[in-house]
DNA sequence: TGTATCCTACCGTCCGGTAGGTAGAACATA
DNA sequence: TATGTTCTACCTACCGGACGGTAGGATACA
């Protein structure tokens, strides 16, 4: 069960998800809670406050998480297959609360935005950096390095967008298959028209 | 200037986009319409009525405008460059309106919901089908269609969250660079490791 | 005179948040 | 062991204000 505090935050975040963080009430958020409204306000200061914490705790967990995957791990086309596969089991096994991130900023007041994307952004350079890097050191084929980086993320990210738990794949398939997606295809040179049908021989 | 339903649609696209559906008010949307509340009543049934009209008439134009982009397009490559590169300009031209539909939808009623997705659920159908039938001719590569096509699709569609019309690269230049990522690289098989160092001879 | 358009004034409801109090565990003093 | 104090966690009851929407009248143009 733990703590009533942890009880407020999974309703808000199911909630938030389901009905949107305007569309939602304190008193609904009590209701899931099984507590009075008035006592939210001896855990969290305001309704905003709850939204900053789903938010902080959710962009920081996903910051570790890929970290935590590409340690020890060397060669950058490893890196970025390790990055690629986090991000997007990420966001399977926490979609309720990275849509809430995706689509719930406006909540925020200027001093708690500007906390959240500062995180966001150092978050979305290491993509940036490990792009650049693989494009210099010729693994990775040439282009907008920025472009390429928003492509990649926003492609990943909105998997939460359609995953389903219970479909037809599961979290670690669909890591799977985007990694081979973004790595063995995105990022590199293609082979032309028609190749597909006719082996080529090469060197 | 236009009609006054055009101003309150106006104003209220502005408002939905900045703030949010439901952070809202009709007392908002009529003051930048320079009309009294009330009189809005007069052009929209309710509030949700305004948000389903904006929300059916930009998918009702993004499918128009991407059949018009196709006409006359025979090879599956070139019609798949086309409706990329259809479909990336038209989130770049009517990036509020198309971020309103991807995160407002929690809006609508039940019977407008359906409405709403069943125009959607169409659109995608296309690129559904025009990345079966390259992959069935040999085109391109070979994959899960489903993933592939959801992947291609929120790609381009979340280049309106991130597109500045006064930024570095241009709706246009855009287009370009993501016309060339889906179609010669993601949907094509990649050449091995390092072959970009030093080139290849086929054939 | 009829109709479309817009207005002022108002309704009931719900909102986020607050005031102030109670039950009970924890602890210190004697 | 008995008694007073403090703290956490929660409660009931309420506040001012904003919300979506409505009733009914004024204006303007055909």
């Not at 938010?55 to 967990?61: E, V």
């Not at 990943?156 to 890591?175: E, M």
């Not at 295809?185 to 080529?200: G, Q, Y």
């Amino acid at each position: 069960m733990g703590t009533t505090k942890e009880t407020i935050k999974k309703a808000a975040i199911n909630l938030f998800y389901k009905k949107s963080y305007f569309a939602t009430a304190m008193s609904n958020i009590a209701l899931d809670s099984n507590i009075r409204k008035a006592s939210i306000y001896h855990h969290y200061a305001s309704k905003e406050d709850i939204l900053f914490d789903i938010l902080m705790t959710t962009m920081s967990a996903l910051d570790a998480y890929i970290d935590n995957c590409l340690k020890g791990v060397e060669n950058i086309e490893n890196r970025m297959r390790a990055a690629v596969r986090a991000h997007v089991k990420f966001h399977c096994d926490n979609q309720k609360e990275v849509l809430i991130s995706d689509t719930e900023l406006r909540g925020l007041t200027a001093k708690n935005y500007k906390a959240f994307v500062a995180l966001r952004d150092a978050y979305e350079k290491k993509f940036q950096d490990m792009i650049a890097r693989g494009i210099d050191q010729g693994y990775f084929a040439a282009g907008d390095v920025k472009v390429i980086s928003y492509a990649i993320l926003t492609m990943c990210t909105a998997v939460a967008n359609w995953f389903k738990p219970d479909g037809r794949l599961s979290g670690d398939q669909i890591s799977t298959i985007y990694e081979e997606l973004v790595v063995t295809r995105l990022l590199k040179e293609s082979l032309p028209i028609h190749s597909l049908k006719t082996p080529v021989v090469r060197e």
